[in-house]
């Protein structure tokens, strides 16, 4: 079993990886910086992972890859250096797309302390007033990152909605929905899948809700 595809029709040529400073600098990054430079880096360290005929032959079979087979979802697999709290602006810079579309998995626990999984736009933050109103809890709030991780059973910052250790209701952000294809974890640090909002959907079957921040 070679595992999924990496580049398919619509996707990128692997050469986009080796994107160079000035491209990296349409994003608002001066170029030559460290920070681009860094990028950089790690799009050629992640490049050294595949192959000439678009199959990755290194990424972790996590569980949420394990879910994601089974339920029979297409997906590419991304992998790349992990940045402790570099979040999803440096996801979406190291693999050169929108931060909306790269999609933050976060659990989060309402007043009896019951847990429940927010999939939000990664440029975006979670109002957890609106998000409290539209599912009918007096209150909710991020769970304690330790508390997080015996939930979902995945560390923070590889927290994936697929292959969840424990049932918790999920609620996706509506306009996730309407996006052309989303990156979101699979289940490690530094290892995003892109997939489609239908199979998104189709898989985890989320309540959908307007929760974002007002003005985000």
């Not at 079993?1 to 994003?27: F, I, K, N, T």
């Not at 992990?82 to 931060?99: F, I, K, M, N, P």
């Not at 991780?149 to 424990?166: A, D, I, M, Q, W």
């Not at 996706?172 to 490690?188: P, S, Y």
Request: charge should be positive.
């Amino acid at each position: 079993d070679q595992g999924p595809r990496l580049w398919g029709a619509e996707a990128r040529p692997a050469g986009r990886v080796l994107a160079e400073p000035q491209e990296l600098s349409r994003h608002g990054l001066a170029p030559g910086s460290a920070r681009v430079r860094s990028i950089v880096r790690t799009r050629r360290a992640s490049a050294a992972l595949r192959v000439g005929d678009g199959v990755a032959t290194e990424y972790p079979v996590t569980l949420a890859v394990r879910a994601l087979r089974a339920a029979n979802v297409s997906f590419e697999p991304h992998v790349f250096a992990y940045q402790a709290h570099g979040g999803t602006r440096h996801s979406a810079e190291v693999l050169g797309v929108d931060e909306h579309r790269v999609i933050k998995t976060l659990i989060f626990e309402d007043e009896t302390r019951a847990p429940l999984c927010v999939l939000m736009h990664g440029d975006c933050e979670v109002s957890t007033k609106n998000l409290a109103r539209q599912i009918g809890k007096k209150r909710v709030a991020p769970c304690d990152p330790k508390v997080a991780e015996k939930h979902s059973g995945y560390l923070v910052g590889g927290t994936s909605p697929f292959g969840l250790k424990k049932r918790m209701p999920i609620y996706a952000e509506r306009t996730i929905g309407v996006l052309d294809r989303l990156f979101i974890n699979g289940g490690a640090r530094g290892f995003l899948v892109a997939i489609s909002p239908a199979e998104l959907a189709r898989v985890l079957a989320p309540v959908w809700v307007d929760a974002t921040t007002e003005g985000a």
